[in-house]
């Protein structure tokens, strides 16, 4: 068996795109198979680049960590719109899950944080627990007026 019929065998093949020749003049394009990808434009590789940037080069630290359960906490209040789900979905529940999540972290890392840290977690766990009892509160009162 030669080397080409073993690759071809195997499934493995490789296509040149590139849109140059070795001269450096406009290659013949070729329309592409069904087999094979469509090449996006340069402006969605541009895009894909700034958003693959933003989220993936960010180091998660404890102060991240704490604001993105915040953030997680806040879409189960119904404080900020889920572009994926549309209208405001509370989910009390959830949200109470998290903040709970919230505290025990800052039970177990008393003493251990830097300032800036502890006063992230202190914070972000009061206000959230202050929304929580003011929608319970008003879930609550709702329930009675229908009763």
Avoid: C, W
């Amino acid at each position: 068996m030669t080397k080409d019929e073993d690759t071809e065998r195997r499934g493995f093949r490789v296509t040149d795109r590139r849109r140059f020749t070795a001269e450096g003049e406009t290659a013949a394009a070729e329309p592409p198979t069904p087999s094979s990808p469509v090449e996006p434009s340069p402006e969605e590789l541009q895009a894909a680049d700034a958003g693959a940037t933003s989220a993936a080069d960010v180091p998660v630290t404890f102060s991240t960590f704490v604001l993105g359960l915040g953030t997680q906490t806040l879409l189960h209040l119904g404080e900020i719109v889920d572009p994926s789900v549309g209208p405001v979905e509370r989910d009390l529940a959830a949200a109470k899950h998290v903040i709970d999540i919230l505290g025990i972290l800052q039970d177990k890392t008393r003493n251990n944080l830097d300032p800036g840290e502890s006063e992230i977690l202190e914070s972000m766990l009061y206000d959230l627990r202050m929304r929580f009892v003011s929608l319970a509160r008003g879930t609550a009162e709702k329930e009675k007026e229908k009763a």
